[in-house]
């Protein structure tokens, strides 16, 4: 009986690993490809594309920090995972968290240079000040985690202490001073300036800052609401809500938004605003 209930539990899981796989393989060929694109094509060269191709690897690195261990395990007889790999998941997963808000920001600088101070773009945008600014943005109680990845909050409960002090400075600090609210805060003063800018220019240039602004726009409503959803449900009960649902939810920040990014931004090269 217990053998027959294995076989239909393996039959069951084995869809989502080939969903895992296939989706792990479209996060990697989409991102190789289009840094390939900026790689090989030198009117690609420009700040803007260089953190696009920041951007693209970072999303690689995320997926590379959950896929590859989810489709080991998801067969498996057990579902552990050692100290070490829930340590380095962490680490991996923070700091995918780290570059991509890093690199939304940058970026959004960048847009923000490119309409309201068009004429000073290339002196404030230099090939060494991009160079800079991406090696410093990539420099940075219960016996069962309730998710299907490691994260911070999750490994602390493991240690069925009453003193969530050190936890509570660490979500307040780090994720939300420090990765959400610092960036997003200069995001939203670079756009504040950029729709100055529209409000007093042409329609045509309003026309090409909503179309080289809109996908950043939407990659970074993604992806905060991707972080949002994931700090939430590490701290409160979300039992109520379908599983498959909690699943494809829990795996969107490392999943989709890598796959959603290559498929937004246009690499066709254009004229600055």
């Known amino acids: 009986m217990l053998e027959a209930h294995c076989l239909v539990l393996y039959y069951l ?23 390939v694109i900026i790689y090989m094509d030198r009117n690609l060269h420009e700040p803007m594309y260089l953190f696009l191709c920041s951007l693209f690897v970072n999303e690689i690195y995320g997926s590379t920090s959950l896929l590859p261990c989810l489709m080991a395990q998801i067969l498996s007889d057990t579902h552990d995972i050692s100290q070490f790999y829930c340590f380095l998941q ?43 600014v991406i090696l410093i943005i990539w420099s940075f109680c219960k016996p069962v985690i309730q998710h299907i990845f490691c994260a911070h909050h999750l490994v602390v409960e493991l240690s069925c202490s009453e003193d969530r002090t050190v936890s509570l400075v660490h979500d307040f600090v780090f994720g939300l001073i420090i990765s959400v609210a610092a960036p997003v805060t200069f995001i939203t003063y670079t756009y504040i300036k950029i729709l100055r800018v529209c409000v007093k220019s042409s329609k045509e240039t309003r026309r090409k800052a909503v179309e080289t602004c809109s996908p950043h726009l939407i990659s970074l409503i993604s992806f905060v609401f991707a972080c949002f959803y994931t700090l939430i449900t590490q701290r409160f009960d979300f039992s109520s809500v379908l599983y498959p649902l909690c699943i494809f939810l829990s795996v969107y920040v490392l999943v989709i938004q890598p796959i959603q990014n290559p498929v937004i931004y246009d690499l066709a090269p254009g004229p600055h605003v």
């Open 13 to 35: 899981l084995l869809p989502l690993k080939i969903h895992f796989y296939k989706s792990y393989y479209r996060v990697i060929f989409a991102n190789t490809v289009l840094i």
């Open 90 to 132: 962490i680490f991996n997963i923070h700091s995918y968290v780290g570059i991509e808000f890093g690199t939304l920001t940058i970026m959004a600088y960048d847009r923000y240079v490119c309409i309201c101070k068009p004429l000073h773009y290339n002196s404030i945008m230099t090939k060494l000040k991009v160079q800079t």
